[in-house]
């Protein structure tokens, strides 16, 4: 993942992080990374892991990629321990993400730093996370709760210490369907930027109004996090195929649901600016 953030940083524009559970979510977002010659990224992680397993979600990914001409990488987010990390690395995720930003500083530094010494012999990413995202709708994901802002300072000597490749930052952002336009701390995102050498992550994409994700990614952010709109998009198909038919059979209603997704994941390639870039 670190190629693709880096290109992406460097050119400016970001690379989408969309959210598979599935064989089916991952060709969706292949098939429309393919049609707009884009880079992305695929992620799954505790919330997904009910469905696959990191083994069986590698196997997948694996074999599902090599049917599409894209530059892609498989990344583990929010993982909650050192085991799923190990899990993920044996799987062959290419990217990797240790959630401890709800716990003391040292302890999160110090755990970012084992993470690190497993990755980087295998040529893995290594994504942490500074500052407490939180949570604005009823989806569950584990350690959000209020949201602490990222310190530009304590960021700088988080990534000297620990050596990962990127840092996802609270900067007014938060996990779910924004019920209000969120407000970014674009002037605390500057000075992140200016402090941090690593690209920038954004979490909580769903719904931030595309001049503002512009503006992020004039200041460092390289990878944006979607997931909640992916849900919405296909739990609304699922209500709209109900409310016609009681009788579904569910292989396909799953398979019309899956198809909600493409408008979704052009929408992001775009905005995001990754279309072409692949």
Wanted: hydrophobic share 45%; charged share 20%; glycine share 8%.
């Amino acid at each position: 993942m670190s190629d693709l953030l880096q290109h992406a940083a460097a050119e400016g524009y970001a690379v989408p992080s969309f959210c598979v559970w599935n064989a089916e979510t991952m060709v969706a977002v292949l098939q429309s990374a393919e049609k707009l010659r884009a880079p992305v990224i695929m992620m799954s992680g505790p919330g997904e892991f009910v469905c696959l397993k990191p083994d069986d979600m590698g196997t997948v990914a694996k074999t599902v990629a090599r049917r599409f001409e894209v530059r892609a990488a498989l990344h583990l987010d929010h993982g909650n321990s050192l085991e799923m990390v190990e899990a993920c690395l044996a799987a062959g995720f290419t990217s990797v993400m240790l959630d401890y930003s709800t716990r003391p500083f040292q302890e999160n530094a110090e755990a970012m730093r084992r993470v690190v010494a497993m990755a980087r012999p295998l040529n893995v990413t290594v994504e942490g996370e500074l500052g407490v995202i939180g949570q604005v709708d009823q989806v569950s994901v584990e350690g959000a709760g209020a949201s602490t802002l990222t310190d530009p300072e304590v960021a700088a000597s988080f990534v000297k210490r620990t050596g990962i490749d990127a840092l996802a930052v609270s900067v007014g952002n938060a996990h779910g369907m924004y019920t209000s336009l969120p407000h970014l701390d674009f002037d605390r995102l500057a000075k992140i930027h200016a402090a941090v050498p690593v690209p920038l992550v954004l979490h909580g994409g769903s719904g931030t109004p595309g001049g503002d994700l512009q503006r992020a990614t004039s200041l460092g952010i390289a990878k944006v996090n979607v997931a909640s709109e992916l849900i919405y998009a296909i739990r609304q198909s699922l209500l709209d195929q109900w409310e016609a038919c009681e009788n579904l059979w569910v292989p396909l209603a799953q398979a019309v649901s899956i198809k909600a997704l493409a408008p979704v994941l052009e929408k992001w390639l775009h905005l995001t600016g990754a279309a072409g870039r692949g």
